[in-house]
Every structure is written in structure tokens, then in C-alpha cells.
């Protein structure tokens, strides 16, 4: 079974902290992704990363920044917390597309606050 | 401009009944994939079913089927006999493009369902 964690399900921070919400897969799937998830909106995508070393923004960055420096594992950072980013952050993953079996696989979500 | 329609932000069924769940979407792509998830109260999403846009027939995973019109651009999600442990949070997703878009998602905004005995 393919897994996704999370290091954390519920942070706390308060304003202008650096955070790091981190995400690991061991299936060596090449897509990584991170999304918010807020109450009427869905997810939103953040970032996502098809391989080591390379990022691509989605529909809202700002504010976001992502690392990604082995196969495993992305990081989702927030160089200066605001209020405005209290949400839910769930990271996926998925291997490179395959037509049959292409979906992606979540990881349980950190639920952060920031105060 | 949203890309996924949820209209229904909740609803209520009763248990051992059949549920539809409603999502449109709107692409100009011709290769697509249409998913359905379900996030219980615990936060987790969980793959359902897929439908792949040149997939001819609807997609049946057990107790999940997806009634696909392409035509009307709607990807709608039947649960047949409902279970208490289908309470949870429904999401549509869409993946536009071909293999080179990198798998990005768009998703709708989600519908609740809680099943009552």
C-alpha cells in the first residue's frame, strides 16, 4: 500500500514564525504535491514537484515556498506564518502519469493554526 | 474561473439508501480523468473511483458507480445502499490535459453527506 505521512496532524505558530510542514512517500512515486484545504473552497493546489530538485507553482503560492531535496520527501515552508494561513495541508503523491491507475495518494493533513 | 462544480453543500440520507452526488466540470481539453474522494472526519482523502474521458463505459468500484455525460460534462457519484461509515465529506476532481501535465488536480468545493439510521 502506498503511504503518505505528515510530521505533524495539528501545529500551532504564531505570527511571523518560519514553519516547515514536511511530507514523505515510499512508493518512489516522482510527483509530489501540496494543497490547502479551507471550508467551501476545496483544495487548492500550492506546489507540486515531478521530480528531485524541481517545483512548479499551482494556483497559490504566495506566501509558499517548497523543497524538495531527495526522491521521498517534500517540504512545504511558509518563510513568515500569517493568520490568513490557518488552514489544513494535505500533501499527495503520484507516479508518473499512468492513463490507468493515475491518481493521487494523500497523506493524513496537518491542521495548523496560526495565532 | 472554477473548473469543478459541487452544488450541493450537504445533504442527508438515510441508511440502506441510494445517494447522488452532483459535479459538473468544464474543460476544453479531450483527455481528461474525473476522480471522486471521500475525507471522513479523520482528515485522510480517499481514492474512490476514476473515469477516464475515452472510457466508454461508466466506472463501477463495489458500492461506487460514476454516471458519466460527457456531453453535459457531468461526472455524478451513486452510492447504492448507504452505510452509517459513508458519513463524510465528497470531493470531485478533475485532471485536465495529457501525460505531460504532470497530474495537476482541480478540485470541487465538496459535499457533505451524513447518513442517518
Known amino acids: 500500500d502506498v503511504k503518505v505521512t505528515q510530521s505533524s496532524r495539528y501545529l500551532v505558530k504564531r505570527t511571523g514564525e518560519k514553519v516547515f510542514l514536511e511530507c514523505v512517500q515510499d512508493m518512489d512515486h516522482e510527483n509530489m504535491f501540496w494543497y490547502r484545504q479551507d471550508p467551501g473552497l476545496g483544495l487548492r493546489l500550492i506546489y507540486f514537484s515531478y521530480d528531485v530538485k524541481m517545483k512548479e507553482k499551482g494556483d497559490i503560492p504566495e506566501g509558499y515556498s517548497v523543497s524538495r531535496e531527495k526522491k521521498e520527501r517534500f517540504s512545504l515552508i511558509l518563510e513568515s506564518a500569517s493568520t490568513n494561513q490557518t488552514s489544513m495541508y494535505l500533501c499527495a503523491s503520484s507516479p508518473i502519469r499512468d492513463r490507468n491507475t493515475d491518481t493521487q495518494y494523500f497523506g493524513p493533513g496537518t491542521r495548523l493554526t496560526v495565532l | 474561473a472554477q473548473k469543478i462544480t459541487q452544488t450541493q453543500p450537504g445533504m442527508f440520507v438515510q441508511e440502506k439508501e441510494a445517494v447522488t452526488l452532483d459535479c459538473t466540470y468544464d474543460?476544453?481539453?479531450?483527455?481528461?480523468?474525473l476522480f471522486w474522494y471521500k475525507q471522513p472526519s479523520s482528515g485522510e482523502m480517499i481514492f474512490l473511483i476514476y473515469?477516464?474521458?475515452?472510457?466508454?463505459q461508466n466506472a463501477t468500484e463495489g458500492r461506487y458507480s460514476l454516471n458519466f455525460q460527457k456531453a453535459r460534462k457531468s461526472a455524478n457519484l451513486v452510492i447504492s445502499a448507504s452505510q452509517l461509515g459513508d458519513s463524510a465529506m465528497y470531493f470531485c476532481?478533475?485532471?485536465?490535459?495529457?501525460?505531460?501535465?504532470?497530474?495537476?488536480?482541480?478540485f470541487g468545493a465538496g459535499t457533505q453527506v451524513v447518513v442517518t439510521p
Open positions: 473515469q477516464g474521458s475515452y472510457d466508454e
Open positions: 474543460t476544453s481539453d479531450q483527455s481528461y480523468g
Open positions: 476532481a478533475m485532471r485536465e490535459g495529457p501525460a505531460d501535465s504532470w497530474g495537476k488536480f482541480q
